[in-house]
Antibody, heavy 120, light 110 residues
Framework: QVQLVESGGGLVKPGGSLRLSCAAS????????MSWIRQAPGKGLEWVSY????????NYADSVKGRFTISRDNAKNSLYLQMNSLRAEDTAVYFC?????????????WGQGTLVTVSS | QSALTQPASVSGSPGQSIAISCTGT?????????VSWYQHHPGKAPKFMIY???NRPSGVSNRFSGSKSGNTASLTISGLQAEDEADYYC??????????FGTGTKVTVL
């Protein structure tokens, strides 16, 4: 079955960096667009970034553009999010998600999330 | 890109029907039939319930249905059950080739 497992979260100081990983299994990872979505404490979901199956198409939310970099390694079935210049408002649970193959509209599988806390 | 607007909370008794609205703009909901809905129990992975405005993935109860009119999409839950109590989020593809989520709606079963 499809499984997405995030890792790499933790406590980091403002201005610091962190790299999140998402290990995928149970499907042909290289066939799918992948996304990162986050949820700040007590807040709603916020889309962060997506990457196409071959890494040709990448897009970011304005709130993270220039600070975050999404990447993937299809040989390792892994998705990454490099987060630099972190701010307190980046504190959130970060989910990785698989976009449906047949439409752009939905993320059909989600991981359980990894918590990133930005605080001094 | 501003978040799509949802009511903060909606409640209903078991067996009743409720509807959750999701209002955007012509740059997102109004411009595309790429609206999806998610059910989220805190602490768990969100579950997708509807895609492309009104399509239900396999395994999702037919008590859940989606629709759209202009810049507003809606999720209707009929025959409300205790297990439906959760947070619900809409999402839309946008003219910037990005995505925007709704503000979220807490559904309470009375």
């Amino acid at each position: 079955q499809v499984q997405l497992v995030e890792s790499g979260g933790g406590l980091v100081k403002p201005g610091g960096s962190l790299r999140l990983s998402c290990a995928a299994s149970g499907f042909t990872f290289s066939d799918y667009y992948m996304s990162w979505i986050r949820q700040a404490p007590g807040k709603g979901l916020e889309w962060v970034s997506y990457i196409s199956s071959s890494s040709s198409y990448i897009n970011y939310a304005d709130s993270v553009k220039g600070r975050f970099t999404i990447s993937r390694d299809n040989a390792k079935n892994s998705l990454y999010l490099q987060m630099n210049s972190l701010r307190a408002e980046d504190t959130a649970v970060y989910f990785c998600g698989r976009r449906m193959m047949t439409t752009v509209s939905a993320v059909d599988y989600w991981g359980q999330g990894t918590l990133v806390t930005v605080s001094s | 890109q501003s978040a799509l607007t949802q009511p903060a909370s909606v409640s209903g008794s078991p067996g009743q029907s409720i509807a959750i609205s999701c209002t955007g703009t012509s740059s997102d909901i109004g411009g595309y039939n790429y609206v999806s809905w998610y059910q989220h129990h805190p602490g768990k992975a969100p579950k997708f319930m509807i895609y492309d405005v009104s399509n239900r993935p396999s395994g999702v109860s037919n008590r859940f249905s989606g629709s759209k009119s202009g810049n507003t999409a809606s999720l209707t839950i009929s025959g409300l059950q205790a297990e439906d109590e959760a947070d619900y989020y809409c999402s839309s593809y946008t003219s910037s080739s990005t995505y925007v989520f709704g503000t979220g709606t807490k559904v309470t079963v009375l």
